[in-house]
């Protein structure tokens, strides 16, 4: 799970969380939190970080 952005604790959004399944990474989300606005705690699953040996 990689965090993006932490968003506005007095707001007390639900977070929300990218998963992709084509391999692409983290691509795709990062120009949305963008437009989403700050408030919004968003995170998402990067499959390169789990493909990596520890």
């Known amino acids: ?6 968003g506005v604790a007095s707001k007390a ?3 929300l969380y990218f998963i992709h399944v084509l391999g692409i990474g983290l691509k ?3 120009p ?4 989403l606005g700050s408030e919004l705690p968003i995170y998402a699953l ?3 970080l789990l493909d990596k040996p520890p």
């Not at 949305?32 to 437009?35: M, N, P």
Request: include cysteine; glycine fraction near 0%.
């Open 32 to 35: 949305l939190v963008h437009y």
């Open 46 to 48: 990067s499959i390169q």
């Open 28 to 30: 795709y989300c990062r």
């Open 13 to 15: 959004l639900p977070p």
């Open 1 to 6: 799970m990689v965090y993006l952005q932490a």
